[in-house]
């Protein structure tokens, strides 16, 4: 209930720290080193971000505050293929402090894993009062993007949650981190040399290689001629197709500096879709413990 949300808040104000240096741990722990690229922090954000994509600003429906994702169908839908290691991961984390909703732990999670695989570079400010909602607050399949489309559907899936041009070009550059999965996405491969670090290189490699289609049984996808070891989406190319996400993606690789601020801000932002947060909730800065 929001008196139990409200409570939480106020009980638990020195314990969200805790909470934050819990994850930090998990992120550099061995289980987390022996896993793919050496991180559980590129599923954790995109399990963050999966969870607040789905907010939809017309009915206020969807966003972070339900954790609906925990049950079927949600779980279930195409775009959240592979998410269940990160949910496992957080789990143990969970259990030790019962009283942290799904809602704050995975958000707070997705705020950690940005600010520590950043090197403490960006900073996230998260606020705390999230709550759980049940099955029957599910969200129905195709609210998150669909990889094989391009700036138009790029446009209508975030214009639907609230943000601008400026903003999908900001958040697409969290694609320095992690790799696509043929058993998940059917997709396959890094963004970048270094996909547990997150920089500006997504920008950069988008400019700097010479991008074409990867000839294979999959689906549709880009591949560098350079290496030949990096990927796009077609919705990553689109955000150098188009114009107006051209412009964007030219400031953001020729300044890293702004990168990080801008998009500390749009992470929060997007951590807080369709959040009714309770009065006493402020928001809380943590200090990257690994940087
Ligand atoms: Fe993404 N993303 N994403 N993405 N994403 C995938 C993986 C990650 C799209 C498609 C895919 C954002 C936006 C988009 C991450 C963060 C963000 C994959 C591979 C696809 C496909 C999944 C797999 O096979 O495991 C599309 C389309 C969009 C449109 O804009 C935004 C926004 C964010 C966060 C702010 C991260 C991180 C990953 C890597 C996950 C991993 O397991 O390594």
């Known amino acids: 209930t929001a008196e139990d949300a409200t409570r939480a808040v106020k009980e638990h104000k020195v314990d969200y720290q805790k909470v934050y240096k819990e994850i930090a741990e998990l992120l550099a722990s061995e289980a987390s080193e022996a896993y793919e690229d050496g991180s559980y922090g590129p599923v954790i954000v995109r399990l963050a971000w999966h969870a607040s994509g789905t907010y939809d600003k017309e009915t206020g429906t969807g966003g972070s505050n339900g954790a609906t994702m925990r049950f079927a169908p949600e779980s279930d839908h195409g775009a959240n293929a592979g998410l269940k290691v990160a949910r496992d991961a957080l789990e143990p984390i969970k259990q030790a402090n019962p009283w942290i909703s799904y809602s704050d732990l995975w958000t707070l999670a997705g705020t950690c894993a940005i600010q520590e695989l950043s090197l403490g570079n960006v900073k996230v400010p998260w606020r705390p009062g999230r709550q759980d909602k049940d099955v029957a607050a599910c969200t129905p399949d195709g609210r998150l993007p669909d990889a094989s489309k391009e700036q138009k559907h790029l446009r209508g899936i975030f ?93 953001y690789a020729a300044d890293e500096k702004r990168f990080f601020e801008d998009f500390g801000k749009v992470f929060t932002t997007l951590m807080e879709l369709g959040v009714p947060f309770p009065v006493e909730s402020k928001p809380i800065t943590f200090d990257a413990i690994n940087a």
């Open 159 to 251: 214009y639907r949650m609230g943000f601008n041009d400026q903003e999908i070009v900001l958040l697409s550059g969290a694609h320095a981190l992690g790799r696509c999965h043929t058993d998940r996405s059917g997709f396959d491969g890094p963004w970048t040399f270094s996909p547990t670090v997150l920089t500006n290189a997504y920008y950069q490699l988008l400019k700097s290689e010479k991008w074409s289609w990867k000839k294979w049984d999959g689906p549709k996808q880009f591949i560098d001629d350079g290496s030949r070891s990096l990927m796009m989406l077609p919705t990553d190319m689109a955000l150098i197709k188009d114009k107006e996400f051209k412009k964007w993606v030219d400031i």
